[in-house]
């Protein structure tokens, strides 16, 4: 992994290659990381390996010309034979009128605890550790245990040749179990992410899993519907990230989203429902700017259930006369829960004070879903998504768990979720969910429609 003189070093030398071509302008974006991951099936440890990757990706630009080229390898002749490459693609590509020119100085907020020292330095034996005691869970509960482990240390480096230069570093970890019964009528699943091991307790999160397995197995039928659910972490991480993507000044104002018609200052949703982005959320694995080296701050898109803002990048801002927020779409990371890798902007759904089972009792006739899977988007106006439920769904009646239940294909919006919801619980960040590293609770809504059975476990 690049430390930071390292980083400078190798971003000095691209922009003064760059810049011996007259009227050149470069951007340079190193990525870095140290992983570690084991993976575990059938009860035993199946892989594990320790990963070092480097990426050095550099953009030119000659006007409104543009290119980027990478590579993974910085000895002179990788990179001269970069810079040529983007310089050659630079010429031939079309003027692209939204190009902006590379930023200059720029100042970050510090990022606090970002990086974990014994994240970083994790070796297979914490590993092994954390695999032997969700397979001691399994042995107990006489279930079959797969899951993964992971840990990374990351740095990113963003350099212009107007002189600006961001460097972050920040660690990341996760651990997911999968449990099945022996008659395989049963699933379980249970995760969780951070940026320190330490937080993470192998035993009790491999638990989860397994008593979901045992209280899955034998389901029975349940008719497709309209049913108030309740949906935990994973579940509502996955769909949410539909809504998040989503927010967009410019897909808005051109009349392709949903909040073409839903404008900031409109309320959406209950006053309990707020969603926002910290840079600084060390456990998310957030970064401090986006991808052009902007300056990311903390902000309330909705707040107590009203649109407060959209995300407006450098150019849309420009043309549209507004002030920029950097771009809080996407990210650098893995995607993939607080073990993915982070390098997102810190997205956090703020929860509330319910027990799960508070929100159970509240519930006359419904459903509890662990998580979903496989989701795809199905209308942008609505932000209408589909995918399937898995790995634990169980009937509640009375306020309480009845007895599981078959797996479903569900057709909903988040916007729906949000707007029919009615009870949150504490806030957790799921590892190895669709839609990568969310702050999301525990949540209780209403008519969310399971559309058609299915025949998974």
């Not at 910085?74 to 693609?89: C, P």
């Not at 049963?186 to 979901?212: E, H, P, Y």
């Not at 799960?356 to 106006?381: H, S």
Request: proline share 6%.
């Amino acid at each position: 992994m690049l430390t930071q003189p390292e980083a400078h070093r190798l971003v000095d030398r691209l922009i003064a290659l760059v810049r011996a071509t007259k009227g050149a302008d470069a951007l340079v974006t190193l990525r870095s990381s140290r992983e570690g991951n084991t993976r575990f099936a059938v009860n035993e440890i199946s892989t594990s390996g320790d990963v070092e990757r480097l990426s050095i990706a550099l953009t030119v630009q000659l006007g409104q010309r543009s290119a980027t080229a990478v590579t993974n390898q910085q000895d002179d002749r990788s990179i001269d034979e970069l810079v040529g490459r983007t310089l050659r693609m630079a010429r031939l590509a079309p003027e692209n009128p939204e190009d902006m020119p590379p930023l200059g100085h720029q100042s970050y907020a510090p990022a606090k605890n970002a990086a974990d020292p014994a994240t970083a330095k994790g070796a297979p034996e914490v590993r092994a550790k954390a695999v032997g005691a969700a397979l001691a869970a399994g042995e107990a509960g006489k279930v079959v245990m797969a899951g993964f482990v992971n840990h990374a240390g990351h740095s990113l480096a963003i350099g212009t040749s107007a002189g600006l230069w961001a460097y972050h570093t920040w660690t990341s970890c996760g651990m997911s179990c999968t449990a099945r019964t022996p008659d395989g009528t049963g699933s379980g699943w249970a995760g969780a992410g951070s940026n320190r091991m330490a937080d993470l307790d192998a035993g009790a999160i491999a638990k989860i899993a397994v008593d979901k397995a045992s209280a899955s197995a034998k389901p029975r039928p349940l008719e497709p519907g309209r049913y108030t659910v309740i949906l935990e972490p994973a579940a509502v991480a996955s769909l949410l990230a539909f809504l998040t993507g989503s927010l967009d000044a410019r897909r808005a104002d051109e009349g392709r989203s949903y909040f073409s018609k839903h404008r900031p200052g409109d309320k959406l949703f209950p006053e309990t429902i707020t969603l926002r982005s910290d840079p600084a959320d060390a456990g998310l694995g957030a970064l401090p700017f986006d991808a052009e080296g902007f300056p990311l701050t903390p902000t309330r898109w909705v707040d107590k259930g009203v649109l407060t803002g959209l995300p407006y990048s450098r150019y849309w801002a420009k043309k549209q006369g507004k002030q920029p927020t950097g771009r809080v779409g996407g990210g650098f990371g893995g995607g993939g829960g607080g073990g993915g890798g982070g390098g997102g902007v810190g997205w956090t759904l703020d929860g509330g004070t319910a027990a799960r089972d508070e929100l159970i009792k509240g519930v006359q006739r419904g459903v509890l879903i662990t998580r979903f899977f496989y989701l795809r988007a199905l209308d942008p106006q609505s932000i209408l998504a589909t995918g399937l439920t898995r790995d634990g769904v169980f009937l509640i009646e009375n306020g309480a768990i009845a007895h599981p239940v078959n797996n479903f294909r569900f057709n909903e919006s988040p916007v729906q979720m949000l707007a029919r919801c009615d009870g949150l619980g504490a806030t957790a960040i799921p590892s190895g969910v669709e839609g990568g590293a969310m702050r999301v609770p525990i949540l209780r809504s209403h008519e969310f429609n399971l559309a058609s059975t299915s025949e998974a476990v």
